[in-house]
């Protein structure tokens, strides 16, 4: 079965400063994607970066990237120049890929809350 | 562009009662659907999920169930709510170009109290 662990409950950062969450994840398949979500006050789903098992490159998208270790089934996200709006919890997900298109379960971790402090 | 709303927002129900949740997908066809329910501090479960009308796979055995009587239509019910019920749902989907990347849209959650 397919796992993913976020093993920090909660962290903290100062406003412009870079904080990296860790998640890790468990499968035996070697084609899948990796996601990290952001779940603010709003309490709104929303993507903050996706990333291809099969790309050996790091996906970024502005402020927030990812150091993927597809070896160390490994996975963290970090976020430069930390904004108050970044306060929220994030979630690490993970979604197997078959021949034809992405499977049809997205399976979450248990979120890190991330606060940023002023 | 594509939006997803469910409905209601926020809902309060005594033990025993019955549910209705809705969620509706507007701009896609034949997308997939999901709901996912997140307990007080902790990660989101997948409940249900739907590929096509009449078609749900149910991942977790409970006193909940779904149905799909449309193909952009959602509904989570339950006969009678048990307290452990409690939560926050969410609705989502994935369908057209997003679907070849797994990518889900989620809607905006209904938070559900039993008391």
């Known amino acids: 079965a397919q796992t993913v662990t976020q093993s920090q409950p909660e962290m903290s950062v100062q406003e412009a400063e870079t904080v990296t969450l860790s998640c890790t994840y468990d499968t035996s398949e070697n084609n899948y994607y990796l996601f990290w979500y952001k779940q603010p006050p709003s309490r709104q789903m929303i993507l903050v970066i996706r990333?291809?098992?099969?790309?050996?490159q790091n996906a970024t998208e502005n402020r927030f990237s990812v150091n993927f270790q597809k070896a160390a089934k490994s996975f963290s996200l970090k976020i430069s120049d930390s904004q108050l709006g970044d306060t929220a919890m994030y979630f690490c997900a993970f979604m197997i890929l078959n021949y034809g298109g992405a499977t049809n379960k997205l399976i979450f971790g248990t979120g890190t809350l991330l606060a940023v402090q002023p | 562009s594509q939006t997803i709303h469910q409905w209601p927002a926020t809902l309060v129900q005594p033990v025993g009662s019955p549910l209705s949740l809705e969620c509706t997908v507007e701009?896609?066809?034949?997308?997939?659907l999901y709901w996912y329910r997140q307990a007080a501090g902790r990660g989101l479960q997948l409940l249900f999920y739907?590929?096509?009308?009449?078609?749900i796979s149910s991942e977790v055995p409970q006193n909940l169930s779904a149905s799909r009587p449309q193909d952009r239509q959602f509904i989570l019910s339950s006969k009678k709510l048990l307290l452990s019920d409690s939560g926050f749902y969410l609705c989502?989907?994935?369908?057209?170009?997003?679907?070849?990347?797994?990518?889900?849209?989620f809607g905006e959650g209904s938070r559900l109290t039993v008391l």
């Open positions: 701009g896609t066809s034949n997308p997939n």
């Open positions: 989502a989907w994935r369908g057209g170009m997003a679907g070849l990347t797994g990518e889900l849209f």
């Open positions: 990333q291809e098992a099969y790309k050996q």
């Open positions: 739907s590929v096509g009308i009449g078609q």
